[in-house]
T-cell receptor, first 115, second 114 residues
Framework: GAVVSQHPSRVICKSGTSVKIECRSL??????MFWYRQFPKQSLMLMAT?????????EQGVEKDKFLINHASLTLSTLTVTSAHPEDSSFYIC???????????FGPGTRLTVT | AQSVTQLDSHVSVSEGTPVLLRCNYS??????LFWYVQHPNKGLQLLLK??????LVKGINGFEAEFKKSETSFHLTKPSAHMSDAAEYFC????????????FGQGTRLTINP
């Protein structure tokens, strides 16, 4: 149990375009989902926290208009990178949490390359 | 705020020998601590967690960690390394009491030599 999927696993897009990444909890209801960014050989950096049905809370320094997060249901959150630039190329990982449980279940990640 | 420091960025051991990955934490209250493993280009998998129960925590794949309050440490160990243990390991603490955020250490890359 507690499986989180991400789609796509890998995406290449041109500079200036937008790309959407989906995060799904497959066998549980995720009241809270998290989006992380990981640069090569570095740790995970929390970008934002989203609770189902409400606006996401962004970490300091993360542009909310550039990284649009939607958590419309208890099993789906999406991250849209708008007007992507090469510096947005990174590994994006989502996680999901059940109500009242500390543990976060992580997705397999999405490798974004902006050319 | 809570924080964790992983004392080694890279650890290299021979197959069959013990593994020790070190983590110190800073917390103003009794923390919840986790160890996660990440294989290349993969998401994170929970190895084990400490949430104020037994101080010696056993996890998956033969790993265990001991919570030592006097030393503010939560080191990860395994008696005998296997080639499949080669990965990145993260020590993680809950950010603030009752909050949701995880605070990650810098990571330790474990290499296993044949």
């Amino acid at each position: 149990g507690a499986v989180v999927s991400q789609h796509p696993s890998r995406v290449i897009c041109k500079s200036g375009t937008s790309v959407k990444i989906e995060c799904r909890s497959l066998d549980f209801q995720a009241t809270t989902m998290f989006w992380y960014r990981q640069f090569p050989k570095q740790s995970l950096m929390l970008m934002a926290t989203s609770n189902e049905g409400s606006k996401a809370t962004y970490e300091q320094g993360v542009e909310k208009d550039k990284f649009l997060i939607n958590h419309a249901s208890l099993t789906l959150s999406t991250l849209t990178v708008t007007s992507a630039h090469p510096e947005d190329s990174s590994f994006y990982i989502c996680s999901a949490r059940r109500l009242g449980i500390y543990e976060q279940y992580f997705g397999p990640g999405t490798r974004l390359t902006v050319t | 705020a809570q924080s964790v420091t992983q004392l080694d960025s890279h650890v290299s051991v021979s197959e069959g020998t013990p593994v020790l990955l070190r983590c110190n934490y800073s917390s103003s209250y009794s923390p919840s601590l986790f160890w996660y493993v990440q294989h290349p280009n993969k998401g994170l998998q929970l190895l084990l967690k400490y949430t104020s129960a037994a101080t010696l925590v056993k996890g998956i794949n033969g790993f265990e960690a001991e919570f030592k309050k006097s030393e503010t440490s939560f080191h990860l160990t395994k008696p005998s390394a296997h080639m499949s243990d080669a990965a990145e390991y993260f020590c993680v603490v809950i950010g603030t009491k009752g909050a949701q955020k995880l605070v990650f250490g810098q990571g330790t890359r474990l290499t296993i030599n044949p």
